[in-house]
């Protein structure tokens, strides 16, 4: 079983109090690093693996990585990155997503004839987009569309992105809560080089983080599976996807409701390491309030 146990690695002490996001200030991703981390100082960067390999190389203590929102599924792009890093999870973050519609002082909502947006924001408000009688338009971010409707002098396009980015890059907001559904939240996973497992208690609630590969034989995640439910661990994720496009190997993403070092979870994982091909374990956090406020 894999826990990738870190090397020794230089660690710039000025970057104590650094948590790294993906995309441009303003961002839900830099709202959760606000949240999250108040007193911290956040930086952006331009992509999932930027952000994550600045903590790898000790320029930032965490990284705030979003992985699902409740309207629009799973962050596609972060599972590709999981098989490369070497990271700890150490803690989860659900923000709250409201969804604005900005536009340049200089428009209306009658001016509008194109949204634009990153693709997980356009599909969470694709129905009131069609409503204006809008064509979509993809961006790379949400905070980043922002930034691009108030550089460029265009009253026919809209962006959706945050109240933060509004402010920020001096647009109007046309309609908030745009969001097609309520309660649209993302949850965030922190990722850091040092392992932080909280020590087990009774009255807490953690959920342990790993990937596994299966055998390539017949009912191979039935059988990998089966230890957890027989020993009643509650799964509330289970994600595939394709290892180096082949079809025959699929790696798995797993989220569960047990401490790592419960004796329950001991031998659920000592049975699934019997059906696969590797185990890697990604991290024990205590369950984000969220989850038991919206129980």
């Known amino acids: 079983m894999s826990d990738h146990s870190v090397s020794t690695y230089k660690f710039d002490p000025s970057a104590a109090n650094i948590v790294a996001y993906q995309g441009e200030p303003g961002a839900y991703s830099h709202l959760a690093c606000k949240h999250s981390f108040p007193d911290w100082t956040a930086v952006h960067c331009a992509t999932f693996s930027d952000a994550l390999t600045m903590v790898e190389n000790g320029d930032a203590y965490y990284a705030m990585i979003p992985v699902e929102n409740s309207t629009a599924g799973r962050v ?19 923000e709250p997503v409201n969804h604005c519609l900005l536009i ?29 009688g809008a064509v979509n338009v993809a961006m790379y971010d949400t905070a980043g569309a922002a930034k691009h409707l108030s550089e460029n002098d265009d009253d026919t396009l809209a962006v ?14 046309a309609k908030s809560h745009f969001n097609d559904v309520a309660g649209n939240t993302t949850r965030f996973l922190v990722f850091s080089r040092q392992q932080k497992q909280p020590e087990f208690e009774l009255v807490k609630t953690y959920i342990t983080s ?3 590969r299966v055998r390539n034989i017949p009912a191979a995640l039935y059988k990998a599976m089966g230890g957890f439910a027989t020993r009643g661990i509650n799964m509330l994720k289970l994600e595939s996807y394709m290892v180096n496009g082949h079809f025959t190997a699929t790696q798995f993403y797993v989220d569960v409701e047990a401490h790592f070092q419960e004796s329950k979870m001991q031998a659920a994982l000592e049975e ?14 205590e369950a984000d309030s969220y989850r038991k406020d919206k129980a």
């Open 104 to 132: 340049r002082e200089s428009s209306t909502t009658a001016h509008i004839k194109r949204v634009g947006s990153h693709p997980q924001a356009l599909a969470q408000c694709d129905s009131n987009i069609k409503a204006l």
């Open 76 to 94: 596609e792009e972060i599972y590709r990155e999981l098989k490369r890093t070497e990271l700890y999870v150490v803690k989860e973050h659900f």
């Open 272 to 285: 699934l390491m019997f059906f696969s091909e590797e185990i890697r374990i990604l991290g024990t956090y």
């Open 210 to 212: 790993f990937m596994f």
């Open 160 to 173: 959706i992105s945050s109240e933060l980015a509004a402010e920020l890059y001096g647009l109007q907001i």
